[in-house]
C-alpha cells in the first residue's frame, strides 16, 4: 500500500510533470512511485530541518525553549514552509528561496561538499549511536525506508527520520532490529525514538 503522502504526491506530480512517454506503462507505475517517494522524503527531510531551525532561533533570540504550544504552532509553521518549498521546486520547477538554496555561492562547492560527507560518515561508521545525528550517516537504502514505513507509518516526520537512520545503522552493524510492529525489539526501539525526538524537540 503506497503511503499518503505519497499519494497526494504523485497526483500532482501526474498532474503538473508528467511521465516519460518513452516508458512502458509499467515501467511509468514504477518512475511515478519512485519520483513520488523520493520527493515525499525530500519533504519530511525539509521538515526536520526547517523544524530544528525554527525551535533554535528561538532559544537563541530568547533564551529558553518555546512554551509547548508555541513549539507546536512553530512547528506546524515550519512544515507547511516545508512542504510548499519543496513542492514548488519539485513539482512546479520554481526555485526555493535564496536562503534555502542546496549550495549558495560562496559555500563549497556540491564536489567538495560530498567528500567531506563521505569522510564524516566514514569517522563515525563504527558508532552505534551515529544514528542519533543522521548528518553522521549514509543515506538509507530503499528496503530500509520501507521497512521504516511499514513499522512507523502513523509517526511525525521527525520521529520517522530518526527511525530510519537507526534501522540503517543496525543493519550496517549486523545487530537484531524489529522487522514488525510485534516483533520483541519494536517497543524499546520505539522508546529510543521517542526520547530522541523529546530530546531534539527540548522537551
Given at each position: 500500500m503506497i503511503d499518503p503522502a505519497v499519494q497526494d504526491v504523485m497526483k500532482l506530480y501526474l498532474e503538473h510533470v508528467g511521465l516519460p512517454p518513452e516508458?512502458?506503462?509499467?515501467?511509468?507505475?514504477?518512475f511515478a512511485e519512485r519520483e513520488s517517494e523520493r520527493i515525499a522524503e525530500r519533504i519530511d527531510n525539509m521538515k526536520v530541518h526547517l523544524q530544528e531551525q525554527v525551535l533554535?532561533?528561538?532559544v537563541r533570540e530568547n533564551g529558553h525553549p518555546a512554551p509547548y504550544m508555541e513549539q507546536v504552532g512553530l512547528i506546524n509553521?515550519?512544515?507547511a514552509q516545508a512542504t510548499d518549498y519543496v513542492i514548488a521546486e519539485e513539482i512546479y520547477g520554481q526555485d526555493l528561496p535564496?536562503?534555502?538554496?542546496?549550495y549558495p555561492p560562496d559555500?563549497?562547492?556540491p564536489d567538495r561538499e560530498a567528500e567531506r560527507d563521505a569522510a564524516r560518515i566514514q569517522v563515525h561508521r563504527s558508532d552505534p549511536e551515529r544514528w542519533r545525528n543522521p548528518l553522521n550517516c549514509a543515506d538509507p537504502d530503499r528496503p530500509t525506508r520501507q521497512l521504516m514505513k511499514q513499522l512507523w507509518a502513523d509517526r511525525t516526520p521527525t520521529f520517522r527520520y530518526y527511525a530510519v537512520h537507526l534501522l540503517a545503522a543496525r543493519i550496517e552493524d549486523d545487530q537484531p532490529y524489529p522487522t514488525s510492529p510485534n516483533h520483541p525489539l519494536f517497543p524499546s526501539f520505539?522508546?529510543?525514538?521517542?526520547?530522541r525526538v523529546a530530546e531534539a524537540s527540548g522537551t
Open positions: 516508458l512502458s506503462p509499467e515501467d511509468q507505475q514504477e533554535a532561533r528561538y509553521q515550519a512544515w535564496e536562503e534555502m538554496e542546496a559555500q563549497e562547492s520505539t522508546s529510543q525514538l521517542d526520547a
